[in-house]
């Protein structure tokens, strides 16, 4: 009795501890961290060495400290850009899906609308910033709209895509077991669409900020974009390197929330069970 209370309780076989697992995500990490460690110590220490000017480049440690002193007005800037990314990312899902899936399902809105949806994508979306700028003012709308521009076409391609390329066999087994048009859909095209789908939510999620960005560029009183222009303009290059680095952690984390929206969704893909 003594010696079954000793012993240790064996975790059940092909189900690690989280501590083991979060061990071994770190040490499939480290290269990836060690890495970006002497990326930035290369870089604060080779400002002396090649006695580079501030002006040019400034030392990381001079990113932070100038940054700290003005981390309100960049943790409300990012706040902004962030609103116009959501806002109009969210929007493109939402109209970009459904209408991807009735162009996959309509040969009439494959013929019209699908040519002249890929002529459209070609176009830098950036190009009608001034436009609408000109437009609508300076306000939260035109960045808006730019970022849905940006973020519409590349998901309802891949959509397109998504819904109109089943595999025959998926194909073969939906007119074998006799379901109803929408059970089938439901079982089984919407979880066949939805890995060609992320594709097109990752792809424009990359570039939802950028769209943001550039159009608060062109014209606007507040945003990250408004803020990096600013202080170069200003001869501060410290202030515009965290102006981008707070740019760039805003799309990763937006990023990050599409990658963890993909785990919870489509679990069984190869592509979420690989990592």
Known sequence: MAMALSDPIDEPAGRPSRTRKLLRRIAHSWLFIAFFAGFFLFWQYSIDWFSIPAYILP?????????SADLHRLIYYTYVTGLETIIGYAVAIVLAVPLGLAIAFSSILRRTIYPFFVSIEMVPKIAFAPLFISWLGF???????IVFL???FPIVLNA???FGSLPEELTRFIDASGASPVRAFLKVRWPAAMPQCFVGFKYAGINATVGAAIAEFIGSDQGLGF?????????????AFAGIFFLTALKLALFGC???AERLLIPWHISVRRH
Do not use: H
């Open 258 to 260: 599409v990658t963890l």
């Open 160 to 162: 397109i895509l998504a």
């Open 227 to 239: 803020y990096i222009q600013i202080v170069t303009g200003n001869m501060q290059p410290d202030l």
């Open 150 to 152: 940006v973020c519409f």
């Open 139 to 145: 306000g939260l709308l035109p960045k808006v709209i």
């Open 59 to 67: 030392k990381p440690s001079e990113i932070i400290i100038k940054s």
